[in-house]
Every structure is written in C-alpha cells, then in structure tokens.
C-alpha cells in the first residue's frame, strides 16, 4: 500500500481563504440583483449599495490575484510576458462574455429583453463605454471590459 502525497491548495496556486471572500462577494451581489424583482421584500434599504460593495470586493480579489500571478512570473522568468498574460485574460473572459451577449440576444429575439442592434453592435466591439446611454444589460459587459 503506497500513501500519495497530494499537494496543498495554496501550493497549487489556489489561495483557499479567498475563495469564501469571493463567495460573500458574489453573495452581495446576488442578494442585490434578487432585490430587484417583484416579490423580493423591501426591507433592506441600502440592497443595491451592498451589490456596489460585492463588486469592489470581488475586483480587490482579482487584483490581487492578477499582481500575484504577474509576480510570480517575474520571479520565475525575470520578466513579464504582456502578450502571454492578455492572451490568457482572452481566454478566460472572452467565452463568458461572448455567451453572455448570445444570450441577451436569444433573450431579446423572445421579447423579454429590449437591447437595440447597436447595444449589441458596442457589446461585440467592447465599445460599451462609449455608449451615452448604456442599457442595464450591457453594463456587465462595461464592467468585464472596462
């Protein structure tokens, strides 16, 4: 019988203390999208003040988590590689978006959704915050290309 020896977490990479941050920070912001609906009861007065706050909570982590994988890879290869990093952020953010506007579109073809042809032309030209006047819709896209 052999014992395998599992590496930790944080020895992976994984920061495991920031992980319930990151819940708490997702939490707020469900909490204040949920606030919004017409059932939701209204006894919360600052609700989309707390959604404010899960957001900045959530961009600190990623900061950090940004500053550390980019100081990590000057350390190991005494240089950062920009096009290695953006290339990766492509990777990681551009699926997500792309089904995100995929799905205001199906949304907005059934008619639950209102979002005009050039909401989704600056959505595709990550052009959303060039828009005077941004649907409610299209500021998740502000926020992840912005």
Not at 29 to 55: E, K, M, Q, W, Y
Not at 130 to 135: A, G, H, K, S, V
Request: include cysteine.
């Amino acid at each position: 019988m052999s014992l395998q020896v599992r590496e930790s977490p944080f020895q992976a990479g994984r920061i495991p203390s920031l992980d319930g941050l990151r819940a708490f920070s997702i939490s707020l912001v469900i909490f204040a999208h949920v606030s919004g609906t017409r059932f939701f009861p209204s006894f919360v007065a600052a609700r989309r003040d707390l959604g404010n706050i899960g957001v900045r909570i959530f961009f600190v982590i990623s900061g950090f988590l940004i500053t550390t994988l980019l100081l990590n890879e000057i350390t190991a290869k005494g240089r950062i590689s920009l096009k290695s990093f953006y290339f990766r952020r492509v990777l990681r953010i551009f699926p997500c978006a792309y089904a995100y506007i995929a799905v205001s579109a199906i949304l907005t073809w059934l008619g639950w959704v209102t979002l005009s042809t050039g909401d989704f032309v600056h959505a595709l030209t990550y052009t959303v915050n060039y828009e005077l006047i941004r649907p409610w819709h299209t500021i998740h896209l502000l926020v992840a290309f912005g």
